[in-house]
């Protein structure tokens, strides 16, 4: 869907099974209320993917792998196997400058770079801390994803001047969108590509009327 309606890239949320397969699902749980992580691969829905058909159907397009591993949720794995399994996935496929792999544990994060250093990777925040700056360089990270309703342009324009790219979710209102893309914004996400699309071609044609 993404890909047909113009999108440079997309965003999957990966998650593992109890066999060990990584898939791509936003929630912890199916609809039934089973926890993915307690179900083998062949028997979840046909509309979970495996993060391999995923990221087949995504050819051509830079894709952002989130990997799910929060603390409060039923698949938590402190020991970041996750992380392990999903650059090697990536990996393997010889195509490291498409890829940017993000969490919210910095843990998850930090274990990505460093078995990766190739694949970029991404700290995904709500609130943007003080620190997060020098967080960010002394980890290597390439981009800050904070919550659209916490970001602020100071926030990017710190983050540029420090050779760091900022990806914000989600945004869908068109007018916040015209904002940030005026502020510098890297890069959306948004539940509405085709909105944000057109929002992007408006502000190209004012800069150039501009020039």
Known sequence: MAAS??????????????????????????????????????????????????????AGMWVNVEIKNDPDEP???????IADRTIAALSERGEDDRWLVSSFRIETVDRCRSLVPTIRTAWLVEAVPDDVIATMVSRGHAALHPWVDALHRSHI?????????????????????????????????????????HVIAASRGRQADAG
């Open 5 to 58: 309606l113009g999108s440079d890239a997309v965003e999957l949320d990966v998650r593992r099974t109890r066999d060990g397969t990584l898939v791509v699902h936003h929630d912890p749980r199916l609809a039934d209320g089973r926890s993915i992580v307690d179900a083998d691969a062949a028997d979840l829905p046909a509309h979970v993917p495996t993060l391999a058909a995923a990221l087949d159907a995504c």
């Open 75 to 81: 698949d938590f794995d402190p020991t970041d196997q």
């Open 157 to 197: 324009d710190a983050c540029h001047g420090a050779g760091i790219a900022v990806n914000t979710w989600t945004c869908d209102d068109p007018a916040r969108m015209a904002e940030l893309i005026d502020w510098g914004i890297d890069g959306i996400c948004t539940n509405v590509p085709d909105v944000a699309l």
